[in-house]
């Protein structure tokens, strides 16, 4: 029993150093991130169940790879930057409308009130709380599932860009013309004349969580090479639109309906859903801006699937934020 003990032993150093290490402790960071998820969101026993088996379904949805991301900021450094801490970015109107912390009602506000919003958004990647990492590694069926699991719904294209502008627009996909390239070329020639950052007009460095550096290691992609040196959420309060949403540049994209017909709108009910669309600019953008990202800028179909696929497009600095719909 003594040699097996110490043959062991002897073995411990190198299991530790195990691939299998970096799923441990994504799973304790997980677990400490469920915990903040229900206290903040006050989910039931049956929301944390599924949103639990989703992430164990996933096996690396998470934060990032703990073995190799290297966040820029700690949680505790982005909320000693808020004049207010973490509570500051507490809306009693807006929670009242949403029926949840951290949203913000989605309406036009020269025609509308805030109390007008039929819809909200989170003001936060996923999970929504300041100062806390966006979670990344998500496809997007699985944001969809996550949405759904909390009682929300992952958001339409025009939703976004309406949070991003500062004002929501109509639904005016041109289902007329058939294909994601084609209703894209005709979105992106409507709004191109008046492009504009949720921020202001034109494109600031140093504004948004937009000035990362991707692991050395990170040559196009995988969870072993790539860390998701992400800063935490409301890191930068400038970095913020009229309706009072954060994040739309740097730090994640995200993921987001794009509806093909209207029985595919998620905001009118729809669990069918459109194809993907990925919103706003990555954490290294202020070094290398690899497309346009201006709010109502439609992307080409970048590793297009229907929603729902289970072969939607993961990786290491793709998150989500949820709508709602509301009475």
Not at 141 to 154: D, F, M, P, T, Y
Not at 282 to 308: E, K, M, N
């Amino acid at each position: 029993m003594i040699r097996i003990s110490l043959f062991v032993m002897a073995l411990l150093p190198a299991f530790l150093a195990a691939p299998g290490r970096a799923e441990t402790s994504l799973q304790r960071n997980n677990e400490a991130l469920f915990r903040e998820i229900r206290q903040v969101h006050r989910l039931s026993d049956g929301e944390m169940k599924r949103v639990k088996e989703i992430f164990a379904k996933s096996g690396i949805m998470g934060q990032g790879n703990p073995a190799i991301t290297r966040h820029p900021m700690t949680p505790a450094q982005c909320a000693a930057r808020l004049p207010g801490g973490v509570n500051s970015y507490l809306d009693a109107r807006n929670q009242r409308i949403c029926g949840d912390k951290y949203m913000a009602p989605l309406y036009d506000p020269q025609t509308q009130r805030p109390e007008d919003a039929t819809s909200c958004i989170d003001i936060f990647e996923f999970p929504n709380i300041p100062c806390t990492y966006p979670v990344v590694w998500t496809k997007a069926n699985e944001a969809a599932q996550l949405c759904s699991a909390i009682g929300k719904r992952i958001c339409d294209a025009h939703e976004w860009e309406g949070a991003c502008a500062g004002a929501l627009g109509p639904a005016d996909y041109r289902f007329d013309l058939g294909s994601v390239a084609a209703m894209r070329a005709a979105h992106n020639s409507k709004y191109a004349p008046s492009a504009a950052w949720a921020y202001g007009p034109a494109y600031q460095r140093g504004m948004c969580a937009a000035a990362s550096t991707k692991s050395a290691s990170c040559n196009g992609g995988g969870y072993n090479s790539c860390g998701s040196n992400t800063y935490p959420t409301g890191a930068f309060p400038g970095c913020v639109s009229d309706l009072g949403v954060y994040d739309l540049h740097g730090n994640a994209a995200e993921h987001m309906n794009l509806p093909m017909t209207p029985a595919q709108m998620a905001s009118t009910g729809s669990t069918t859903l459109g194809v993907t669309e990925m919103k706003g600019s990555w954490f290294i953008f202020d070094s290398y801006r690899a497309h346009p990202d201006w709010c109502r800028w439609r992307a080409p179909f970048w590793h297009g699937t229907r929603v729902l696929s289970a072969a939607s497009h993961e990786n290491y600095h793709l998150g989500f934020r949820c709508c709602k719909t509301v009475d």
